[in-house]
């Protein structure tokens, strides 16, 4: 088990950890700041500090496959024979990367309000991110960028808190997406609020204050299917970028 720090404080880039084990999948350590890929949003990149000044580059972050478990994959190349067992090290995020996915991750949310359907699947990363809504109403591109914006002006404040399974059984209408099931068996489901916005159970990392998100656009809107249309998100500033 690794003790999982980005559930609780989302702007920890760096902590100290002591490694488990290594092996041709990676390095588990006892406590990360790394969120492994899952719920849509792209595993963190970031690198491994030895106290002798030795870096040792994660190009990304999964789940294991026992429940609990985190792998820091080492990029291509890098020799992990100097991680055994019981090494301390500093783990430390790729800070830009993980920003770019705390903002698309909080304003999928934003657009989980403006469309009132539920999600049919997900994906977050630290260029664009996608969101699929089960529904055959078209969506208009430009109102859901409005939307997007007047919700980041009016800074609505971001928090997470637990409820139990009992709480979330009582409440079945808090799961808006039918791709991704909150994960049971734990006894208590971490939900993310939006003040006013949005309430949802989601494991993901979020910016404190809707404010934060900054300038999101919708890029695209898809037809994808007959019951499916997909809402693709960019950075206005990349969009700029691209002139
Ligand atoms: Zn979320």
Redesign the pocket.
Known sequence: MTEELFREDATLLECSARVLCVDADGVRLDRTVFYPQGGGQAGDAGVLLLADGREFAVADTRKGTRPGEIVHLLAAGVDASALPPGTELRARIDAQRRRSHMRF?TAT?LLCALVPHPVDGCSITDRYARLDFHMNEPLDKQLLSEGIARLVAEAHPVHHRWISEAELDATPQLVRSMSVMPPRGQGRIRV?EIDGVDLQP?G?T?VANTAEVGAVLVTKVEKKSAMTRRVILGFAEAAEGRG
């Open positions: 991750h949310h993310l989601c993901g979020h």
